[in-house]
């Protein structure tokens, strides 16, 4: 399985509709790419804090997507990808980092 | 929900031990803090790559834990935190960014 991070990094400054991303962005995102039959999930998290006592956290929000193969996330993504990435202005400022993840523990 | 992500930075001319980390570290960890009636789960991760073609993940591994509270989590790892970090030189030379997160959206 493949899991692919949107991780949106916190910094000064930036912005981040939680209330939109959450009711608007997510169940849009959701709707277009779970529609697809390789869609095994999403986890949606809010960043409280790092290690050290009282620390900000590294990101102010991570969207986590798990398909069957990366083949089937690209194919679910990419018809979708200009109203998805369009919709981002919306609720944030920020570049996030993203990455492809192979799973090789999950329970 | 509660989930703990800990990002191993891909970094140049840094070690991660993939198979000590899956078959000896990981299986220590989940029997650790597993114990814990708190715990709802784990997922590991191996980077692949970022999002442009033929670019390199931002980590080489991810790991995140589930549980249901942040006093769960530290109840579960204080004690193990010795044994747990103490195995990490192990496997890899590199610190992890560490951070907690709330789940607003999982399925």
Do not use: K, W
């Not at 990094?9 to 912005?15: A, E, F, I, K, L």
């Not at 209330?19 to 697809?36: C, D, F, K, N, Q």
């Not at 193969?69 to 690209?74: M, R």
Request: glycine share 10%; charged share 15%; hydrophobic share 40%.
């Amino acid at each position: 399985m493949i899991r692919i991070s949107i991780l949106y990094p916190n910094r000064d400054g930036s912005r981040f509709d939680f209330p939109y991303y959450v009711e608007t962005h997510m169940p849009m995102s959701i709707g277009l790419l779970g529609a697809h039959p390789g869609y095994r999930g999403v986890s949606v998290e809010r960043g409280l804090g790092g290690a050290e006592p009282g620390s900000r956290p590294a990101y102010v929000a991570m969207c986590h997507f798990l398909f069957d193969s990366l083949e089937d996330f690209l194919a679910a993504f990419m018809p979708n990808a200009p109203a998805l990435q369009g919709d981002m202005p919306n609720y944030t400022d920020i570049e996030p980092v993203i990455q492809f993840n192979e799973v090789l523990i999950s329970g």
